[in-house]
């Protein structure tokens, strides 16, 4: 049975960083990545990254430039590297491993984490 165990949420000041990780087990993925759910509002794609050969990657426009997502093939795992943090930001991360087809859609991950608490403070 697959397994996704994310780590590294927490509470900071605008302006400030985070880095969560998510840990796979069970088998490996084509993509893994994140997405992000504020209180009243609908899942949202963040980041993910081919965990082929390529190491492609995908940001929402309002992470781009700020956010960077890496991977570790061998620890199965992905992290999620988050500067200059903006109260926006906050909302709980989920991590999601699928296929690789259709990225940026939450309906192409089988498989989740149980979500990790970001809060930002202005």
């Known amino acids: 049975q697959a397994q996704l165990v994310e780590s590294g949420g927490g509470s900071v000041q605008a302006g400030g960083s985070l880095r969560l990780s998510c840990a796979a087990s069970?088998?490996?993925?084509?993509?893994m990545g994140w997405f992000r759910q504020a209180p009243g509002k609908e899942r949202e794609f963040v980041a993910v990254?081919?965990?082929?050969?390529?190491?492609?990657?995908w940001y929402t426009g309002s992470v781009k430039g700020r956010f960077i997502i890496s991977r570790n093939n061998a620890k199965n795992t992905v992290y999620l590297q988050m500067n200059s943090l903006k109260p926006e930001d906050t909302a709980v991360y989920f991590c999601?491993?699928?296929?690789?087809?259709?990225?940026?859609?939450?309906?192409?991950?089988?498989?989740w984490g149980q979500g990790t608490q970001v809060t930002v403070s202005s």
């Open positions: 999601a491993a699928g296929s690789g087809l259709g990225i940026r859609t939450k309906e192409s991950y089988a498989y």
């Open positions: 069970g088998r490996t993925f084509n993509a």
């Open positions: 990254i081919s965990m082929s050969e390529s190491g492609t990657t």
